[in-house]
């Protein structure tokens, strides 16, 4: 059974537990999985040609690859990351099935899948039971972890996770059992047949740019959170572990490069203390609670994160800054 709280909140396993510690010895050998190498290595050269194809491209083609990019990004923000991995907020029954199609175009595991990864990748962060642990270097938190088979102990942890809420919940079932086919319509059929069928974009086109190269550029982005963000950027909130904040990687990420508030206080709906600024997804999230079609978003109280700043952060937050939103 998943846990509630006195104030009815899920608890998520998503805490960071330092009481794990990394077995001692040589670490086992990397395995590298070939065919996700030339998988990734072809899309990534699709996505590159689909670059030089931009300028013969429509301009309600550009305008379709750009909601495609939205709507994709969303389904893994919005989505799989602050609704069920975190259960930051709540979702009714249109909007999870809104936010799982736009998971399968952004084609990124299913949703149970990715969200089991990263309630340990929180759990366990930057130890060998982080799936994309940022201290094994860039390449490797960026896109080297699904190049490899996993370390034993991401598993071993993993299987451990507390995971009743997602198999409860009948859209992440649904997705998880037809993912393979959602991913073929809403990652590549929808994105090449619409410009096509509706404004006589040529077939080539529409398959290089809106379905392959925005398939690329929202995979990057979101694996920018995963290296940069652990890398680059101010530590306002706890100094003591490497996730930062890092706007560069907000910007692409329609809201998700404030990394080390996101890691202080992963029960925060919006990932920052800054409501709207760079953050489409918060944007997004608040404007279906307008609707009715979300609600019970989680917060931290503006007083819990001055007081975490002022005890662990590095000094860079500007104190009683004003948050909005
Ligand atoms: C992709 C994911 O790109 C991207 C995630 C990004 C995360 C970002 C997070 C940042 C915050 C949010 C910001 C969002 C910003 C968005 C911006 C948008 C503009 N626990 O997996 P296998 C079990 S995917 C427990 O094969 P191997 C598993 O169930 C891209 N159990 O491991 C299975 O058991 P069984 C497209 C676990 O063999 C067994 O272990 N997809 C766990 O080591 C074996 O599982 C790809 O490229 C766990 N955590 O292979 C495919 N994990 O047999 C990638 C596994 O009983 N995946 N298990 O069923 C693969 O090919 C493989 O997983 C592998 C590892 C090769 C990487
Ligand atoms: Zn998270
Ligand atoms: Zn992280």
Redesign the pocket.
């Known amino acids: 059974m998943t846990e509630t709280t006195s104030l009815g909140h899920t608890m998520v396993d998503d805490e960071f537990d330092d009481c794990y510690k990394e077995k001692a010895g040589p670490k086992p050998p990397m395995r590298i999985?070939w065919r996700?190498v030339v998988?990734?290595a072809l899309l990534h050269i699709g996505a590159l040609y689909g670059i030089l194809l931009v300028p013969s491209a429509s301009p309600l083609t550009l305008l379709w690859t750009w909601a495609c990019?939205l709507f994709s990004?969303l389904g893994?923000?919005a989505g799989v990351?602050r609704l069920w991995s975190h259960r930051s907020y709540k979702a009714t029954l249109p909007l999870r099935l809104f936010l799982a199609l736009g998971n399968s175009m952004?084609?990124?595991?299913d949703i149970y899948?990715?969200a089991?990864?990263?309630r340990?990748?929180h759990k366990f962060s930057e130890t060998d039971a982080d799936?994309?642990n940022a201290t094994r270097g860039f390449f490797f938190s960026h896109i080297g972890?699904?190049?490899?088979?996993?370390h034993p102990d991401?598993?071993e942890?993993?299987?451990k996770?507390e995971l009743s809420d997602l198999k409860a919940d009948k859209v992440v079932m649904f997705q998880r059992r037809f993912y393979k086919s959602s991913v073929l319509l809403m990652c590549f059929a929808v994105p090449t047949v619409v410009p096509w069928l509706f404004w006589g974009e040529s077939l080539w086109v529409s398959y290089f740019v809106p379905a392959l190269l925005r398939y690329a550029v929202?995979?990057n982005?979101?694996?920018l959170?995963?290296s940069a963000a652990h890398m680059w950027g101010n530590r306002p909130y706890d100094a003591n572990i490497n996730p930062r904040e890092n706007r560069f990687v907000t910007l692409?990420?329609?809201g998700?490069g404030f990394h080390n508030y996101h890691h202080t206080f992963p029960y925060d709906y919006s990932t920052s203390e800054f409501g709207w600024k760079l953050n489409f997804t918060s944007c997004f999230i608040d404007t279906m609670c307008f609707l009715g079609l979300a609600s019970d978003c989680k917060r931290a109280a503006r007083s819990v994160v001055q007081a975490r700043a002022q005890r662990t952060g590095d000094g860079s937050k500007k104190p009683g800054i004003q948050r909005s939103g």
Not at 106 to 109: E, P, T
Not at 145 to 150: A, G, H, I, N
């Open positions: 999985v996700n998988l990734m990019f990004a893994i923000t990351h952004a084609f990124q595991n899948e990715w089991r990864d990263h340990v990748h799936p994309h972890w699904l190049l490899v088979r996993k991401v598993i942890k993993g299987s996770l929202v995979l982005a979101s694996w959170v995963n692409g990420a329609i998700e």
